[in-house]
């Protein structure tokens, strides 16, 4: 049984709708999979009447940004109850801390000589659920750059001069929101970011798991993060991180790298015991 627990929609920035996506993660022979978009729950509704009409499995989740002092990292919420008030509330602030934010890119863009009317960014985002990807997009549209990735490596990339922190989310406020929510808490792609010595401190404050499998994780790589794993006692989530063809750098396919099936079901026994509603 394949199972993919990382998966984006247009809900966020992935390209593909909720619907459409089920459709890819049936072509790519998964069975079990879960949409985790950022800052957002607004995809997962879709996601699951689309899984359902399918015959697969869709488990409740979320990617939520948050800052540890000023590094980013990026927290995995699973069998989350998309419907909790606590959850609702922090994912409306976050959106509108995500505007704000667009402006202070656009801000930055316009004084280097790029004008790019907020309205335009805002028009490729669903629900105002906005992204760089939807910046670096309106950018290729507008004929600043070639490409997705050159408006990340001109622009808008970490520390490049469009680039705009938004250092009001703790990773200890995502973690707590997420446990509120009834959903396990797991650190995305760690090896992305290297900074492993947080991991105690973020196990201290309710993390339960790591993402171990992920397209930028080599074999080796994944290797350690397990023994990681092992010795924080953390659950193993993995995923593709999939956001859509032709998406670049995170292109990539429906169901590569996926989750062992004894791990998720270890995930799933860890949901249960909480009292979590299990999809499936
Ligand atoms: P944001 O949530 O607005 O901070 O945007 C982060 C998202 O931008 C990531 O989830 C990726 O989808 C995308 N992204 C980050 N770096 C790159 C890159 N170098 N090339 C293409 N997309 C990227
Ligand atoms: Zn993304
Ligand atoms: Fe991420
Ligand atoms: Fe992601």
Redesign the pocket.
């Known amino acids: 049984m394949r199972i993919d627990l990382h998966v984006h929609t247009s809900a966020s920035?992935g390209l593909l709708t909720p619907t459409e996506l089920a459709g890819a993660v049936r072509a790519g022979g998964v069975e079990i999979f879960s949409v985790c978009d950022?800052d957002t729950v607004d995809g997962l509704a879709a996601a699951t009447r689309a899984a359902d009409a399918a015959g697969l499995t869709s488990v409740p989740g979320v990617e939520i940004?948050a800052f540890w002092g000023a590094v980013e990292f990026h927290i995995l919420g699973y069998f989350i109850d998309p419907t909790h008030a606590a959850l609702r509330s922090f994912l409306g602030a976050t959106r509108e801390a995500r505007h704000a934010r667009l402006r202070a890119m656009l801000t930055r863009l316009h004084a280097m000589g790029i004008g790019v009317p907020p309205e335009d960014v805002l028009a490729r985002a669903h629900n105002g659920n906005v992204?760089?990807?939807h910046l670096?997009r309106t950018l290729v549209e507008r004929g600043y750059v070639g490409s997705?990735?050159e408006a990340?490596?001109r622009y808008l990339?970490t520390n490049r001069p469009a680039y705009v922190p938004r250092p009001d989310v703790r990773v200890r406020d995502a973690i707590a929101v997420i446990r509120a929510a009834g959903g396990i808490a797991s650190l995305a792609h760690p090896g992305l970011h290297q900074r492993d010595e947080a991991i105690p401190e973020l196990t201290a404050a309710g993390l339960e798991a790591i993402e171990v499998y992920h397209p930028h994780h080599a074999v080796g790589v994944a290797r350690r993060y397990r023994r990681v794993a092992q010795r924080h006692n953390l659950l193993v989530t993995g995923g593709s991180d999939f956001?859509g063809s032709g998406?670049?750098?995170?292109g990539g396919a429906v169901g590569v790298p996926c989750l062992p099936e004894a791990d998720y079901e270890r995930l799933r026994a860890a949901a249960r015991a909480r009292g979590a509603i299990l999809p499936g």
């Open positions: 920035d950022h940004s992204g760089r990807p670096a997705v990735d990340f490596d990339g956001h998406e670049g750098d995170h």
